[in-house]
């Protein structure tokens, strides 16, 4: 029987273990002692419940004036009550210390968990200017931290990550900063990110999400369901290559920035930004995004790229500009049932490459078009789909004429002739 009960009793998994802060809406006080007393005293494969001192449940206002450590652990889950919030005056962890800190450093751990809380840079009497905290959470490799325990299998879920000013160094999250090995698979997932703008919004800085070190390491990393806005880069991967889906873009210069192949960005919304995508990626796989009131730069795109793009079912709203160009030449572009606002842009950029193909690109039915750097350009289509007036100014248009059983041919737009043995035009 005390054998039977033994067991029993190891079965059972870690209580939650409750930090009690006191709540300082006037962030007055540091409390960076009694959280890091909380984390240290807290076994691994457990898990910290922030809450108020007397009411548990509750998140408090929290001063911190030195990093926070999450070091050496194995499975250690932070949770906060409430969920995160952009609301001023919100609950949660805010910098106090000098300028350029860190808020919270988690290398040199396995299994991380942080859920439902807020990190701000700032205290709200220093708002607006160009100090704070440098780095929201640093996550990179254990020798950073003289850990043995390998940084791998972290989850960031529901939280609130926000700027206090117009810092250009700030950071949300960053990953693997010294650019060596691990740092792998890590989620940001849920979260509300949001840098910083000027009052007019006429300039935007800071980073969200940012894969820091050049190492192709950085791998199995997961970013989706989160609202990223205000940032002069909302995802900068570097060479990490991570799966960035079903996540909103908000007036950010640069949605996703990268340098490693392959990367995927697919089923997000954006709006307001400047670009979409800007890498030298081998291959890019954009699908199924919502890609509104892009802004590139004069004679760049809105997805701009040195290698290959694979374009599937996005739609683009309200572009100004090249919707997809290639800055060095790229090998090859698809697209496939993507919708532009304006052909003659899209062919524009679609030419920079040194070959591309588009199908059903919204203008009649059934359209293909094959050309690029290698020569001409030219569109091949079923006659009988009513295609017969689309203009196509330098371009050569092939079609099927189903009714005749003749291939016909118009040059640079102008009227349609049959082909006849493949000799030539022929009226």
């Not at 206002?61 to 409430?82: D, F, W």
């Not at 440098?134 to 926000?162: C, F, K, M, P, R």
């Not at 079903?246 to 210069?253: A, I, L, V, Y």
Request: aromatic share 8%.
């Amino acid at each position: 029987m005390k054998i039977f009960l033994l067991l029993c009793f190891l079965s059972l998994p870690v209580a939650a273990q409750n930090c009690f802060l006191n709540d300082d809406p006037s962030l007055t006080k540091d409390q960076s002692a009694a959280l890091q007393e909380c984390i240290n005293s807290a076994a691994d494969y457990s898990t910290i419940s922030i809450a108020m001192t007397g009411t548990p449940g509750r998140m408090p206002h929290v001063r911190v004036n030195r990093t926070i450590r999450v070091n050496g652990r194995y499975n250690l889950a932070i949770e906060c009550p409430g969920g995160h919030t952009m609301s001023a005056g919100a609950p949660g962890f805010y910098w106090g210390g000098s300028d350029g800190g860190t808020v919270l450093n988690t290398s040199g751990s396995s299994a991380i968990r942080i859920e439902h809380c807020n990190f701000v840079s700032g205290l709200p009497s220093n708002a607006g200017g160009t100090g704070g905290a440098n780095i929201l959470i640093d996550v990179d490799i254990s020798s950073t931290v003289g850990s043995t325990v390998t940084t791998t299998e972290h989850a960031y879920d529901d939280l609130g990550l926000s700027a206090n000013g117009m810092n250009p160094d700030f950071v949300a999250i960053r990953f693997s900063a010294s650019g060596d090995a691990n740092v792998e698979f890590m989620r940001v997932t849920n979260s509300h990110v949001q840098c910083s703008t000027t009052t007019d919004r006429s300039a935007v800085v800071g980073k969200g999400i940012y894969i820091a070190g050049y190492t192709f390491d950085a791998i199995r990393h997961n970013y989706s369901g989160n609202n990223i806005g205000y940032c002069d880069q909302a995802i900068r991967a570097l060479y990490g290559m991570p799966d960035v889906g079903n996540n909103h873009f908000q007036t950010n210069r640069v949605c996703v920035e990268a340098l490693a192949s392959p990367i995927r960005i697919h089923d997000s919304d954006s709006e307001n930004c400047g670009q979409f995508f800007v890498g030298q990626v081998g291959t890019v796989i954009i699908e199924s995004n919502r890609i509104a009131a892009c802004r590139p730069p004069a004679g760049q795109g809105c997805i701009d790229t040195e290698g290959t793009v694979i374009s599937r079912g996005n739609l683009f709203n309200a572009l100004v500009g090249l919707p997809i160009r290639s800055s060095g030449g790229g090998t090859e572009l698809i697209s496939e049932g993507d919708v532009f606002p304006n052909y003659q842009q899209f062919l524009a950029g679609a030419q920079t490459f040194y070959q591309f193909e588009a199908k059903a690109i919204n203008w009649g039915f059934g359209i293909s078009v094959m050309g690029g750097l290698q020569g001409g350009n030219a569109i091949v289509f079923d006659c009988n789909h009513g295609n017969n007036g689309l203009p196509a100014p330098n371009v050569v248009v092939l079609c099927a004429n189903g009714n005749t059983n003749k291939l016909q041919i118009s040059e640079n737009g102008g009227t349609f002739v049959n082909v006849i043995n493949g000799t030539g035009p022929q009226q």
